[in-house]
């Protein structure tokens, strides 16, 4: 007898936490079936840098696709295919939407870093973000560096793409470097914001393993612009940031420079 009355408190027990739980979970569940959405609320993170993707668009994209839920009964608000339509944007990294006491209805969406734009010499124009995928092209508002030349997909993904991480991880050279020249022989060309020269650095490393070729480039790249950076404080500070129209960083031990004059005599010089 005992036993069946323990039993018997069990199930009660039981059966009140689980009446509890339905009832605190439809207390915080917003009444669907007779509120509207008063408000679509669209957080687009990273919007002041990145600039590929505005409030407005994603709005148009779910009007387009009929899911956009203001002034409509929250039960037809599917957030699960609100959120799988954004994500398949290539623009878009991560998408989230939830439904609040309110009736509103929240979006936040974070976008794909795009780190350099490619306008190779075979017609191809797209962007490569911070994780060396390819992203179609579209208008961005903000500085990003430009490289043109002689551009495959293979070299842009695998190259160049860790090259602009390097260049976008120091201040100086971030706002410094605003376009890269890829020559024939895939020799790299840098083109300053300041001074009416060009800058040639040589050949990218392009053996190894992804991770062992971006330490590589990484290195490389760092190392020459530590030069140029000196170069630039005790050189061009004192020369003049127009004396030179082409400098050389190929070689380790020395700077070869091309005077800008149009004298016909050797206009080569070595720092």
């Not at 439809?26 to 993170?45: G, H, M, Q, R, W």
Request: positive net charge; aromatic residues 10%.
């Amino acid at each position: 007898m005992i036993k069946w009355k323990k039993l018997a408190l069990a199930t009660a027990d039981f059966l009140l936490g689980g009446y509890l739980v339905v009832a605190f979970t439809a207390f915080n569940k917003p009444d669907e079936s007779a509120k509207l959405c008063t408000k679509v609320s669209i957080n687009i993170a990273d919007d002041n840098t990145n600039g590929f993707i505005s409030a407005q668009e994603i709005k148009n994209r779910l009007q387009a696709a009929k899911l956009y839920p203001l002034n409509r009964p929250l039960r037809y608000a599917d957030t699960r295919r609100i959120e799988e339509m954004l994500k398949s944007s290539p623009f878009v990294k991560t998408a989230q939407c939830y439904k609040t006491q309110d009736g509103e209805i929240n979006i936040s969406i974070t976008q794909m870093m795009p780190v350099i734009r490619i306008k190779a010499d075979n017609g191809d124009d797209y962007y490569i973000d911070d994780k060396n995928t390819i992203m179609p092209n579209a208008h961005y508002a903000n500085d990003i560096i430009i490289a043109t030349g002689n551009i495959n997909k293979w070299y842009a993904t695998r190259c160049l793409s860790p090259m602009a991480k390097t260049i976008q991880s120091n201040e100086l050279w971030r706002k410094g470097i605003v376009q890269v020249n890829i020559l024939p022989d895939r020799g790299v060309e840098l083109v300053p914001r300041v001074g009416d020269h060009a800058v040639y650095i040589g050949l990218l490393p392009t053996e190894g393993k992804p991770a062992e070729r971006d330490t590589l480039i990484a290195d490389f790249v760092r190392k020459k612009l530590d030069r140029l950076e000196k170069f630039y404080k005790y050189g061009l500070s004192q020369a003049g940031w127009n004396k030179y129209s082409y400098i050389n960083l190929e070689f380790d031990n020395q700077i070869i420079c091309k005077k800008r004059n149009y004298k016909k005599e050797d206009n080569n010089e070595t720092e």
